[in-house]
Structure formats: structure tokens, C-alpha cells
């Protein structure tokens, strides 16, 4: 019998669970694949001996992903938040999702090849708007605003006016 956390993140694939949580395990630390699960029969998605799920860690959070077939799209309703503490860290995080077959949007968000949704956070980005300095907050948050990937250099700028 397994270990089974009380609470996973279960995420959708039509057939790539276990290539998109090698892809996450490859790039984010203190993630890894803890075991992949064929199906023991057909089913409506698959058939018997087909990868059904995949049991692995990202970033410490423990997921499922699940080979569930067509016709299920994540959106940006949900979404993993990566806070990174420098621009290389950020750098790193944004260009291995987006130059795998991923796509860029706005404010550091981005979307793997896979449609899962992620926000590269730098820690500076999180401290400048949230501080207790509400223009000094705004001008960072208006500086966010016209962002792809965030640059920490220029939040901060923007920050000290």
C-alpha cells in the first residue's frame, strides 16, 4: 500500500502525465516522480497497460497528474506560483518553461506547453507591492503592469521612484 497524501494537486493531461512531471522534476528543486501507475483495464481515455497516473513531487507540493483524455483544458484559475529570489533564478524558470513549448503572458505569468499556468514571483516583486509605502507600492505595481518575465532591476527602480 502507498502512502497517500491527505491533499494532492491533481492536474489533467490528455496523455503526457509523465512527461510532464519529468520535464517539472528536471527543472524545479525538491521535485521528483514517485511512481507511475498503468491502468489495469481500458477505459474511456486509454487502454489497459496505457500510463493512467503519476504520482510526483513539485517543489515539495505532492501532485497527481492524470491521463485523462481529451476535452478537460486547464485555465488561469489555477496556477503554480514560484517565488525565486533572484533574476537568474527567474530567468531560469521563465525560459525553461517558455522555450519548451511553452507561451508567455503578463505580470510573470506563463503557461507550459502543457497549459498549465505559472507565475515566476520574484521575492522583490512581492515585497515592493506589499509594502507599507503605498506609492512606492504603486509605482512597482504600474511597473509589473507592463511586464512579460518580471526584471527585479526595474521593480526596483520603480519602487525608489
Not at 517558455?98 to 505580470?107: N, P
Not at 520574484?122 to 506589499?130: D, E, S
Amino acid at each position: 500500500m502507498t502512502d497517500i497524501a491527505k491533499n494532492t494537486i491533481c492536474l489533467w493531461y490528455e496523455r503526457e502525465a509523465e512527461e510532464a512531471a519529468r520535464f517539472y522534476a528536471d527543472i524545479f528543486p525538491d521535485s521528483f516522480v514517485k511512481a507511475v501507475h498503468r491502468a489495469p483495464g481500458d477505459y474511456p481515455a486509454g487502454q489497459q497497460g496505457d500510463v493512467l497516473t503519476v504520482e510526483f513531487s513539485l517543489m515539495g507540493i505532492p501532485c497527481l497528474g492524470m491521463n485523462g483524455g481529451p476535452g478537460v483544458q486547464p485555465n488561469e484559475s489555477f496556477s503554480f506560483q514560484v517565488a525565486t529570489q533572484d533574476q537568474e533564478e527567474t530567468d531560469r524558470y521563465w525560459h525553461a518553461i517558455v522555450s519548451h513549448g511553452g507561451q508567455e503572458s503578463e505580470c510573470g505569468w506563463c503557461k507550459d506547453k502543457w497549459g498549465i499556468s505559472w507565475q515566476i514571483t520574484p521575492v522583490a516583486l512581492t515585497n515592493a507591492y506589499t509594502s507599507s509605502d503605498r506609492q512606492a507600492a504603486q509605482r512597482a505595481f504600474n511597473a509589473m503592469m507592463t511586464m512579460k518575465k518580471i526584471d527585479i532591476a526595474a521593480i526596483e527602480a520603480a519602487f525608489r521612484g
